[in-house]
T-cell receptor, first 113, second 114 residues
Framework: DVKVTQSSRYLVKRTGEKVFLECVQD?????MFWYRQDPGLGLRLIYF???????EKGDIPEGYSVSREKKERFSLILESASTNQTSMYLC???FGRGYQPQHFGDGTRLSIL | AQKVTQAQTEISVVEKEDVTLDCVYE???????LFWYKQPPSGELVFLIR??????QNEISGRYSWNFQKSTSSFNFTITASQVVDSAVYFC???????????FGTGTRLTIIP
């Protein structure tokens, strides 16, 4: 079974801090994704990566950056956290082309105070 | 542009009742894929099914069934004889061939009352 592991289930940070969310997958998947999930808005794509050191913006990239130095690891960075970035963050990975299902981690509930 | 609409925000049914979750999609592509995911209270989205645009056969898996109708751009999900463990948020999603990105609906929160 595919395992996607997010480093924290719950995280509390302060406004202005630089925040790192880490995600690791163990199935050699090419594609990795970061979403945020907010009530009534579903899942919105922040960034995705289809290869090491490659990244593409999703629908809501503002205020975020990503890093993928190794195939199994995809990091989401909040450069200067703000209260409107309080949300549930979900990482996913998938193999090959888009018609392959994405596999998700358990999510990180991030609160910015 | 692609769009997925799940008009039912929340549904509650009594255990053992059947329930249908609606999904309507919009796309200009002729080759596309539809997905359903389940998100239990634990938070992890679990893949349930994928359908491609050329296969309109309905699918049944145990108590779960899916009805794909291109004529109405719908991909509805029915749970028969619902159980408390079916309580979750269910998401419908869409992608087109060659696109790694999924477009998700806003989800339907299903509560099964014992």
């Amino acid at each position: 079974d595919v395992k996607v592991t997010q480093s924290s289930r719950y995280l509390v940070k302060r406004t202005g801090e630089k925040v790192f969310l880490e995600c690791v997958q163990d199935m050699d998947h090419e594609n990795m994704f970061w979403y945020r999930q907010d009530p009534g808005l579903g899942l919105r794509l922040i960034y995705f990566s289809y290869d090491v050191k490659m990244k593409e913006k999703g629908d809501i990239p503002e205020g975020y950056s990503v890093s993928r130095e190794k195939k199994e690891r995809f990091s989401l960075i909040l450069e200067s956290a703000s209260t409107n970035q309080t949300s549930m963050y979900l990482c996913a990975s998938s193999f090959g082309r888009g018609y392959q299902p994405q596999h998700f981690g358990d999510g990180t509930r991030l609160s910015i105070l | 542009a692609q769009k997925v609409t799940q008009a039912q925000t929340e549904i509650s049914v009594v255990e053992k009742e059947d329930v249908t979750l609606d999904c309507v999609y919009e796309t200009r592509d002729t080759t596309y894929y539809l997905f359903w995911y389940k998100q239990p209270p634990s938070g992890e989205l679990v893949f349930l099914i994928r359908r491609n645009s050329f296969d309109e056969q309905n699918e049944i898996s145990g108590r779960y069934s899916w009805n794909f109708q291109k004529s109405t751009s719908s991909f509805n999900f029915t749970i028969t004889a619902s159980q408390v463990v079916d309580s979750a948020v269910y998401f419908c999603a869409l992608t087109n061939f060659g696109n790694e990105k999924l477009t998700f609906g806003t989800g339907t929160r299903l509560t099964i009352i014992p």
